[in-house]
């Protein structure tokens, strides 16, 4: 094999494991407590992830292996960087970022989501995104109060 055939296979390689930055929200990176740990902590294994790949001594594996690290810790550098701290709400009067909020739809269901950072948002797990169309409704509101998300009406039952 010719040195100019490898040095070609390895641009072709590294062009293949340089991955696009992941999308960055245009809201503000307003975070929890425990949101800003959580990112922290992602950043840190990021790092720890992509020195490991920088120890495999093939460099088109080193390549691949550093790929998603090396994204990663593009994204948690950056979210970590302009993250805002904010503080848990000190009243249960209205719902604010950080409140946990229990509403009724007009459909019969009760729910009940925690109001965070987007990067720590899991719907699953009960809670959502201060950007989201739910959250940007209820925000404001208190106990009693009923707000509209798209065609639905929310029924604030508790805030905590």
Request: charged fraction near 30%; hydrophobic fraction near 35%.
């Amino acid at each position: 094999m010719s040195v100019a055939f490898t040095k070609e296979e390895s641009a072709e390689t590294a062009s293949e494991t340089l991955l696009p930055d992941r999308p960055i929200s245009p809201h503000p990176n307003l975070v929890t407590g425990t949101g800003l740990k959580t990112l922290e902590r992602q950043l840190r294994e990021a790092r720890e992830a992509y020195e490991a790949a920088h120890g495999i001594e093939d460099v088109n594996d080193r390549r691949r292996e550093a790929a998603i690290p090396l994204r990663d810790l593009r994204y948690y550098s950056e979210r970590v960087r302009t993250a805002q701290l904010v503080p848990d709400p000190t009243s249960s009067e209205v719902v604010a970022f950080g409140s946990t909020v229990t509403f009724k739809r007009n459909d019969g269901r009760v729910q009940q989501y925690r109001i965070v950072g987007e990067d720590e948002a899991d719907p699953k797990a009960g809670s959502i995104s201060f950007a989201s169309p739910v959250a940007k409704s209820l925000m404001g509101k208190g106990v009693g109060d009923v707000a509209g998300a798209g065609s639905q009406e929310l029924e604030i039952f508790a805030i905590s």
